[in-house]
């Protein structure tokens, strides 16, 4: 049986430092503590969001953009794929702003049916999972206990409460694979994934459309591209080309046949969120039941070469860059994504190019690594992505 935690994040910070004062509660249920506490959250009035993956870097950003609008209640795991420390310097900052975020794992039954209980949840961001392309080489159960057992033990949970609260959920433009259709079109066949990542979150899409046929349902699927910018992961590779920049490392650059640079769709964290409040409010329970598909992107490929050009700019750092072929874990070539059906039923419209989107990350990164994230910065030192 899966330990369980529930962890209620308390805030202390300084300008000198980040100083996280959290208590965990080693139990398989929820405390009474924390009982009582969500009870007061949830019985405010507004419509009640639960976010998973609240602490990562897209649930922490919808979050406070949700928190005038809903109750906003965020679960996470804090797993240490990357630096805890970051997660928890996300939580602190959704502590501030009233949000809670408790230790919890989505694959445990027992635990969601109690939270659910308390709280009359009229909508689901489902953002938790395993990330990452590399990292399935060295943890692939991972994929699978949190992309689709949990994933399944969160909709399980969800059918049995009425009226069952709008779902939407996060999928990836890693469904695409190496097509050879440019732009990513939803209407595109998804079948031929190029990594176990993928593969768990096309699984994910065809899952969650399946309960939605049997159960009568409303979700939401939303299909990111390369998502960067202010608290972002470490191990994608802005963030981790920026610190090795500033620390005179060399950067791995993946290359692919004759040797060109890999592209990408970078979309601005801001341009991300506008997309999934617009999914949020134009869900409905339609009948017999709703699955929606869209690409959030920018539209706009970028060389991966320009990017680090940018960031030299940005640093005043010049790049000692390495070539290498790419990683036979599922790097693809190039993505980019029609975004016209959001366009059309989400009025979707990304604002933020890759120099303005990167001159942001970069005036937060220096910001918060030189004044705040002294406990993050000791952690991200010792952190070596896959």
């Not at 949190?146 to 959920?169: C, D, F, R």
């Not at 097509?179 to 969650?208: G, H, M, N, V, W």
């Not at 929606?292 to 960031?311: Q, T």
Request: with cysteine.
């Amino acid at each position: 049986m899966l330990r369980l935690f529930v962890m209620l994040v308390i805030v202390g910070v300084s300008r000198s430092s980040l100083r996280t004062n959290h208590v965990i509660l080693d139990v398989g249920k929820l405390s009474n503590n924390t009982k009582h506490l969500l009870m007061d959250k949830c019985r405010q009035g507004k419509h009640q969001l639960l976010i998973t993956g609240a602490a990562g870097f897209i649930g922490f950003h919808a979050a406070l953009k949700f928190a005038n609008q809903f109750d906003v209640v965020g679960v996470d795991n804090f797993n240490a794929y990357y630096p805890v420390s970051l997660k928890l310097a996300r939580a602190n900052v959704l502590h501030e702003h009233g949000i809670h975020v408790l230790r919890a794992d989505i694959t445990d039954f027992a635990l969601l049916s109690e939270l659910f209980q308390l709280c009359t949840f009229t909508h689901v961001l489902h953002l938790a999972a395993q990330a990452g392309v590399r990292y399935a080489l060295r943890d692939p159960f991972s994929y699978i206990r949190s992309n689709i057992q949990g994933t399944v033990t969160l909709l399980e949970v969800m059918k049995i409460n009425h009226p069952i609260p709008i779902l939407v959920y996060a999928s990836s433009s890693s469904v695409y694979g190496n097509s050879q259709i440019i732009p990513f079109s939803e209407f595109d066949r998804a079948d031929s994934p190029a990594s176990l990542y993928a593969a768990t979150k096309r699984s994910q899409e065809l899952i969650t459309k399946t309960y939605c046929s049997i159960f009568g349902m409303s979700a939401t699927g939303l299909r990111f591209f390369t998502v960067y910018g202010p608290w972002g992961r470490p191990d994608m590779a802005i963030m981790s080309f920026t610190r090795k920049l500033l620390k005179n490392e060399t950067l791995l650059i993946f290359i692919g046949p004759e040797n060109k640079s890999l592209s990408r769709d970078f979309t601005y964290i801001d341009d991300i969120v506008d997309g999934i409040q617009a999914s949020v409010f134009t869900a409905s329970h339609s009948q017999p039941y709703q699955h929606r598909i869209f690409n959030l992107g920018n539209s706009k490929v970028v060389d991966v070469a320009y990017m680090v050009r940018i960031l030299e700019r940005l640093t005043g750092k010049k790049a000692r860059s390495r070539f290498v072929p790419r990683s036979v874990s599922g790097e693809v070539l190039l993505t980019k994504a029609d975004i016209s059906l959001a366009s059309i039923q989400l009025g979707y419209s990304p604002s933020t190019n890759i120099e303005d989107g990167l001159a942001r990350f970069y005036s937060w990164y220096q910001d918060f690594f030189l004044f705040k994230g002294v406990n993050v910065k000791t952690e991200m030192s010792k952190y070596v992505p896959d």
